[in-house]
């Protein structure tokens, strides 16, 4: 059966990305085939790779790359907070096309035109640099930490009372691939006791 097949009870499922982390994008282009062929609807809410990493012992490179962390999710986030979620997920498109399949690494060259491109205020660009929608941000980031534990990263996704981190997956499958995936991280996900399944990268992401 498909997402189509009325006789199929929707799910709804949260994702929590950070615009920032490749892999979550990998992810998300996953989750938007998941909701073709199977019957899950998905709000998407930000985490911060930014907060996850305070306090730690980082090296320097990485270290200044949180830093700079800061700005997409905050604009993500108060864009958000004056025009709706409905703006979450085509900021996101918007931002994660110019960081990751442009390359883009100069975040302000990154924020205007994905905001320009959804057709939003230029001037919430101005938010990169604040904190005042942090608490806001510190709150969302933790509503998904608080369902998986802090030993993870980004993605989070919640689903039926249950939640994971990841899937980390290269590249990102289509159509059955991508349903079968779904169907599988629900499964181990919703069972009881278990808490984790990996194996080394031989790959980086894959974007297509």
């Given at each position: ?70 700005g997409p999710v ?55 640099d604040t904190d ?73 992401p894959i974007f297509?």
């Amino acid at each position: 059966m498909t997402a189509t097949d009325d006789t199929q009870t929707r799910s709804a499922a949260e994702f929590w990305f950070d615009p920032l982390c490749p892999w979550a994008w990998m992810t998300s282009r996953w989750m938007m085939e998941v909701e073709k062929v199977r019957p899950v609807d998905v709000t998407w809410s930000v985490m911060s790779l930014a907060v996850l990493n305070e306090g730690r012992d980082l090296p320097e490179e990485y270290r200044t790359m949180m830093d700079r962390a800061w700005g997409p999710v905050r604009v993500i986030l108060a864009a958000a907070a004056e025009h709706g979620d409905k703006v979450v997920k085509p900021l996101y498109d918007a931002m994660g096309t110019r960081i990751h399949l442009g390359g883009e690494k100069d975040f302000a060259k990154v924020i205007v035109p994905a905001l320009e491109e959804v057709g939003l205020p230029v001037e919430l660009a101005e938010f990169a640099d604040t904190d005042e929608h942090d608490d806001r941000l510190r709150a969302s980031h933790q509503r998904g930490i608080d369902l998986v534990g802090d030993d993870v990263g980004t993605p989070v996704i919640a689903v039926n009372g249950v939640a994971f981190f990841g899937p980390v997956v290269s590249p990102a499958p289509k159509g059955e691939a991508a349903a079968k995936l779904w169907d599988g991280c629900v499964l181990v996900a919703g069972t009881p006791g278990f808490f984790e399944l990996k194996r080394s990268r031989t790959v980086g992401p894959i974007f297509d």
